[in-house]
């Protein structure tokens, strides 16, 4: 085994010997590839180096960043940007706490007119109209019904309600309207008969502030007439406000 070792040391000290007949290698200095001085007529080397290496400079500029600036003056608003849609409606908020009780109003004005009027004597037709004049009141609240003309007079516009009843006269007509200022508004009628009766009629109307209500006798192109008495009351005039325009 120390035999073998041996051989194989001698053959590698063998191997590295050059032959005899191989040329000589010549010796190079470090500084052989520099290029010859300035002024001497030798070449540069042509050795295994053939250029200058380029040399370049890398500046890290991390290590050159300063100290943070002051802050600019704001510059001017740009303009409004197009309108975006509608978002999507949120959730409900919560119930709010109960408000405070308000002060107390006023107390509501209720509006009355009302009126009943009665007649105890019969009239008969003249040559002209005649405003139906009463003599007895059953209701005349804040005197709207004028008892010498015979008109009902508003104070209070708004929608009425009417009522005239007569008595007629045996063979004579009856021939009456209710006005309404000066317009036939509704007929109060009967034919001659040799018996009286009961006549009625009823309306509404609707009156603005100084309209007159009033009963008319026809005038004396037909015998015209209505019957009363003193003991009992055959006519009678009725109306009462339903609603104020304004309450």
Not at 39 to 63: D, K, L, W
Not at 81 to 106: D, V
Not at 220 to 236: C, G, K
Request: glycine share 8%; net charge negative; charged share 20%.
């Amino acid at each position: 085994m120390l035999g073998a070792v041996l051989l194989l040391s001698l053959s590698s000290l063998v191997a590295l010997v050059p032959p005899p007949s191989a040329p000589p290698v010549p010796c190079k200095h470090c500084c052989d590839y520099l290029e010859p001085a300035e002024g001497s007529a030798a070449q540069p080397p042509t050795g295994m180096f053939s250029h200058v290496p380029e040399v370049r400079t890398y500046i890290n500029m991390t290590i050159l960043k300063g100290d943070k600036g002051d802050r600019g003056d704001r510059g001017t608003p740009g303009k409004a940007g197009q309108e975006g849609p509608p978002g999507s409606r949120g959730p409900a908020g919560s119930k709010g706490s109960k408000g405070e009780a308000g002060l107390s109003g006023e107390p509501c004005k209720v509006q009355y007119a009302a009126f009943s009027v009665g007649r105890r004597k019969s009239l008969h037709s003249l040559e002209s109209y005649q405003a139906l004049v009463f003599d007895t009141i059953f209701i005349n609240l804040d005197d709207h019904f004028n008892m010498f003309n015979g008109k009902f007079l508003c104070h209070i516009p708004g929608i009425y309600f009417f009522n005239v009843n007569i008595h007629t006269w045996n063979f004579k007509e009856t021939y009456l309207h209710i006005m309404q200022n000066n317009t036939e508004q509704a007929i109060v009628y009967a034919q001659p008969s040799d018996r009286s009766i009961m006549q009625s009629q009823s309306l509404m109307l609707e009156l603005g502030l100084n309209d007159e209500v009033w009963v008319r006798l026809y005038k004396r192109e037909r015998e015209n007439a209505i019957y009363s008495d003193d003991v009992d009351v055959y006519i009678t005039f009725n109306g009462y406000l339903i609603k104020a325009s304004v309450e």
